[in-house]
T-cell receptor, first 113, second 110 residues
Framework: EAQVTQNPRYLITVTGKKLTVTCSQN?????MSWYRQDPGLGLRQIYY???????DKGDVPEGYKVSRKEKRNFPLILESPSPNQTSLYFC????????????FGDGTRLSIL | GQQLNQSPQSMFIQEGEDVSMNCTSS?????WLWYKQDPGEGPVLLIA?????ELTSNGRLTAQFGITRKDSFLNISASIPSDVGIYFC??????????FGKGTKLSVKP
């Protein structure tokens, strides 16, 4: 089954404690991206990757890092989380940038206290 | 930056009614997309529009790509309870970036 899998699904943590949200896809997609969803703001892109070792900033990259060492994985790293990063995060993938559909994971709800 | 204005923000309708929502922008987009998000899940693509003026249907859903390339609408006919969710429009610019609207929350009363 074609899937984008995110872990964890829920996390409550404290300010400054480094965390990583993993994302894995099994469709051999080249393009992967991270979004955050906040009430009243829709989805905003954080980072994206067009292929292995190729990453670029989206619209709201501050406070986040990503890596793409393998095609299937695209982890999102918060080196020093702050309360304003409390949000619902989605990973997505597609064959290439601009191809449809983009497949989304089921989301990770992060609460930073 | 590019922004999409999606309206309405929320709708509360009776089962069987038709629904209409739209997105407008001051920017031109090459592709318009409509997604639906169910609670606890990620968005799922409903309809993709690639050409100005294009009108596309997917079951009870119909969407159009405005001829100015700055707007799109989505209609749902004869709504049913499982239509409940948040609907997002998204526009893809010439750089390949995808901009999302803020969403329309649809509630359907049986």
């Amino acid at each position: 089954e074609a899937q984008v899998t995110q872990n964890p699904r829920y996390l409550i943590t404290v300010t400054g404690k480094k965390l990583t949200v993993t994302c894995s896809q099994n469709m051999n997609h080249e393009y992967m991206s991270w979004y955050r969803q906040d009430p009243g703001l829709g989805l905003r892109q954080i980072y994206y990757s067009m292929n292995v070792e190729v990453t670029d900033k989206g619209d709201v990259p501050e406070g986040y890092k990503v890596s793409r060492k393998e095609k299937r994985n695209f982890p999102l790293i918060l080196e020093s989380p702050s309360p304003n990063q409390t949000s619902l995060y989605f990973c997505a993938s597609s064959f290439y940038r601009g191809s449809e559909p983009q497949h989304f994971g089921d989301g990770t709800r992060l609460s930073i206290l | 930056g590019q922004q999409l204005n999606q309206s309405p923000q929320s709708m509360f309708i009776q089962e069987g009614e038709d629904v209409s929502m739209n997105c407008t922008s001051s920017s031109i987009f090459n592709t318009w997309l409509w997604y639906k998000q169910d609670p606890g899940e990620g968005p799922v693509l409903l309809i993709a529009l690639y050409k100005a003026g294009e009108l596309t249907s997917n079951g009870r859903l119909t969407a159009q790509f405005g001829i100015t390339r700055k707007d799109s609408f989505l209609n749902i006919s004869a709504s049913i309870p499982s239509d409940v969710g948040i609907y997002f429009c998204a526009g893809r610019g010439s750089q390949g970036n995808l901009i999302f609207g803020k969403g329309t929350k649809l509630s359907v009363k049986p």
